[in-house]
């Protein structure tokens, strides 16, 4: 009994019922499958149409010609020249794999450098960008093509407008940055707060206290609006909150990376890292991070309206942050890293120091260049005072001070400190400017009646920053191993 297709014997009989042919079950199906006739008569036939038949399972015989020895001999021959040409066949394979395995990590590792030289000439595009100049736009005066968004949303236009109109303007001759900076008059005839420090009293200023090094690295310090704490921290990544009145650290704040600058917002820390992000913290809690600089931060400042941050980095940008919701609203390039910033006293405007030695004065509501002023030498620091008229200016190596009018742009006192500048600030009156620098701590006193400066203190106390305590009654130095001293009347 033989298959009708394959002539062999069948291992699974199965006959059809129309014509009686015997087939294999397997090849029979396969042909029903596709062509659904007999292969022998050419009928219509379907599976239903056949059926199984019983037959014994029969053992074909070896052969003759494998029951001697010489014939077991070839037949092993054959069989091992079979093994020896599938193990060739499994190496042949097996390069070919590996050599397309090799092709496909190179391919992997010629995309990652191709992604990787497209990322950094779209960054050198974006550099190159901001350092090309437009001319003929209203008070551009040359300054530098800005990248991404600038200007403010309107909401916070109007949060901006509303804390600048809470002063009286001064007259049109005395304002130098026409329809976007006013000279407060208020501002000017401001008495001096009632039971504010006298020039006697920090003529007095003595080290009170000193702290062991409790930051390293450390490169600002702020005071918060009590006056009692302060808040500073190092290289490692940990920030303080420093008691004043408890003199010792009552707050650790973990950043993550290496404290670059600090500030307060309320009772709310505010600690900007080398890693670009600015994080803040509420009861030693982090409550919201911001910021997404390519690089260090260097500079935080708050807007006297509470509601924007500014952070600027060693990536040439500065960036408006929205404290209400944690969002960055505008940022925009400048062309040289950015040192130090600050608002305005009146919050119109956001002066900017940076590596080039220029100052940029920018419009906070629409982020355009409205001034540059060349000082000669790196940025360290810039402090408004109170009359917002001046503000100081700390350049690299320098020791001294200048005192520029921002009506003039113009350099209207140079201040000298006896060792090298680090910082500089205002006390809230404006009448005392404290000076940090690498050998001591100075106060220059301001006085309107004679309209003279004169050197109130001046103490051997090597500082990188500092800072005015509660009413101006104390000093807060950040001294260079990470450390605060405390000057206070005696």
Not at 305 to 326: E, I, N, Q
Request: aromatic content about 6%; charged content about 20%; glycine content about 8%.
């Amino acid at each position: 009994m033989l298959c009708a297709i394959s002539g062999e014997a069948p291992r699974e009989p199965v006959a059809s019922r129309k014509s009686g042919n015997v087939f294999e079950k397997r090849l029979i199906e396969a042909h029903i499958a596709e062509n659904h006739t007999d292969p022998v008569t050419g009928e219509d036939l379907a599976v239903e149409d056949l059926i199984e038949l019983k037959s014994p399972q029969v053992v074909t015989p070896r052969a003759p010609n494998l029951t001697s020895i010489p014939a077991l001999l070839s037949a092993f021959q054959n069989e091992w020249d079979a093994l020896v040409l599938e193990s060739h066949t499994l190496k042949q394979q097996l390069s070919q794999t590996r050599q397309e395995l090799s092709t496909a990590l190179y391919q992997n590792d010629a995309a990652t450098r191709v992604i990787a030289r497209l990322s950094r000439e779209r960054d050198e595009a974006r550099e190159a960008l901001s350092n090309v100049t437009i001319s003929g736009g209203a008070g551009s005066n040359g300054d530098a093509m800005q990248v991404d968004g600038q200007a403010l949303p309107e909401e916070l236009v109007a949060v901006v407008d509303e804390t600048h109109q809470q002063y009286v303007p001064a007259p049109p001759q005395s304002r130098i940055l026409i329809d976007t900076f006013r000279l407060s008059t208020t501002r000017r005839k401001r008495p001096t707060p009632d039971g504010w420090t006298t020039a006697e009293d920090i003529s007095t200023f003595d080290l009170a206290t000193s702290s062991e090094p409790l930051y390293p690295g450390s490169s600002s310090v702020s005071v918060d609006e009590s006056g009692d704490l302060a808040l500073f921290g190092g290289a490692d990544g940990v920030a303080g909150v420093y008691s004043l009145s408890q003199a010792k650290v009552v707050q650790a704040l973990k950043a993550g990376s290496a404290v670059t600058a600090t500030a307060w917002w309320g009772a709310r820390a505010v600690v900007a890292t080398s890693a670009g992000t600015v994080k803040i913290f509420e009861q030693g809690s982090e409550i919201a991070q911001v910021g997404s600089h390519a690089g260090a931060v260097t500079s935080l400042s708050l807007h006297p309206s509470g509601r924007l941050l500014v952070s600027a980095g060693a990536d040439k940008r500065f960036a408006l942050h929205d404290l209400s919701t944690f969002t960055t609203v505008s940022q925009v390039y400048v062309e040289a890293d950015i040192t130090c910033s600050t608002f305005h006293v009146d919050g119109m405007l956001l002066c900017i120091g940076s590596s080039d030695g220029k100052i940029r004065i920018f419009d906070i509501k629409t982020g355009n260049v409205l001034a540059k002023l060349e000082t000669g030498a790196p940025v360290l620091a810039i402090s408004f005072s109170e009359n917002g008229i001046w503000f100081a200016v700390v350049n690299k190596g320098s020791t001294n001070v200048s005192v520029w009018d921002i009506r003039k742009q113009n350099v209207l006192k140079v201040l000298e400190s006896g060792s090298q500048v680090e910082s500089t600030k205002w006390d809230y009156s404006g009448q005392y400017l404290a000076i940090a620098g690498k050998g001591s701590v100075s106060v220059q006193q301001y006085t309107k009646a004679s309209k003279s400066w004169s050197e109130l203190l001046q103490k051997a106390v090597p500082s990188k920053d500092v800072a005015w305590g509660a009413n101006a009654g104390s000093l807060v130095a950040l001294t260079p191993d990470g450390g605060l001293s405390i000057l206070s009347a005696s």
